[in-house]
């Protein structure tokens, strides 16, 4: 089956149900708690001081949003027949890997990106904050037959890449900090820009436009002419990404020569 088609159907059904930050003994905590049902159990956690705001700073939400659908994805992957799982590193790439005959075979990169919605829209525009990052432009995805630290594989090794994009309203004054969610399933192509998404980071932007991210409206009409433009881009490459790319050349120079020092071996 299509995985991004899977994930679509699947992201139909999630829900964000985190309301907040257990604390096991609040300032108005009465024993025993006893509740009904999960809207009873939130209210009194609420009134007993148990439940704090989550944290309303982009990048800690993030990592909540995160956490909550890559859960979600991983229970439905074992229920799926013929289909396995790896979650990746906090900051490696990609956040889960998806592989097994269900899904065609090979392996398939799902990255998840948490934006909020920009407050003031521009003639009526829904946008971002700020642009969505796609990729890390410097390291595994300019050297894509590389093996990077917290990757997998090489970028190159992968079947399909496709992003998992949780765009939210940010409600400050809420425990869960956050309304509105929407999850939207793109490939990375599809949603590029010709921007990056930082101007301090060698870091690969998506469009801003809450409907061109619908619709997979981005800059390139194919595939081929977004990596052209992405692996041509001038990225400056810190002296710490020169030492780990040395490294890695090194690594794959002797690997070939082991090979081809083996078929030697083999064949006389």
């Known amino acids: 089956m299509d995985p991004i088609e899977w994930l679509r159907t699947q992201c139909a059904d999630y829900t964000f149900d985190v309301r907040g930050v257990f604390r096991r003994s609040g300032p108005e905590s009465t024993w025993p708690l006893v509740a009904t049902g999960p809207e009873d159990l939130e209210g009194k956690l609420t009134l007993g001081g148990h439940l704090l705001p989550l944290p309303k700073e982009p990048a800690a939400l993030a990592n909540v949003l995160e956490v909550s659908v890559v859960d979600f994805l991983v229970e439905r992957i074992t229920q799926l027949e013929g289909a396995s799982c ?63 630290p917290g990757t997998f594989r090489p970028f190159s090794e992968y079947k399909s890449h496709i992003d998992l994009l949780m765009i939210y309203q940010l409600k400050p004054e809420t425990a869960a900090r956050l309304s509105d969610l929407e999850v939207i399933v793109q490939e990375p ?56 790319l040395d490294r890695l050349v090194r690594q794959q120079t002797a690997e070939i020569a082991r090979l081809r020092q083996s078929q030697v071996t083999d064949g006389g």
Do not use: C, M
């Not at 990106?113 to 009526?124: H, N, P, S, V, Y």
């Open 86 to 148: 790896q979650r990746g590193t906090e900051r490696g790439y990609p956040d889960l890997e998806l592989s097994g005959p269900a899904f065609g075979g090979g392996h398939h990169a799902v990255d998840v990106k948490a934006a909020r919605l920009a407050k003031a829209t521009e003639r009526g525009r829904a946008r971002t904050q700020s642009r969505i990052t796609l990729y890390t432009g410097n390291t595994y995805f300019k050297w894509r037959d590389l093996h990077w």
């Open 189 to 244: 192509w599809r949603i590029a820009s010709k921007q990056r998404s930082s101007t301090t980071r060698e870091y690969i932007g998506a469009v801003d436009g809450l409907a061109d991210l619908r619709e997979g409206r981005g800059e390139f009409a194919t595939p081929q002419e977004f990596y052209d433009y992405w692996r041509n881009f001038p990225f400056r490459v810190s002296t710490q990404v020169q030492k780990q």
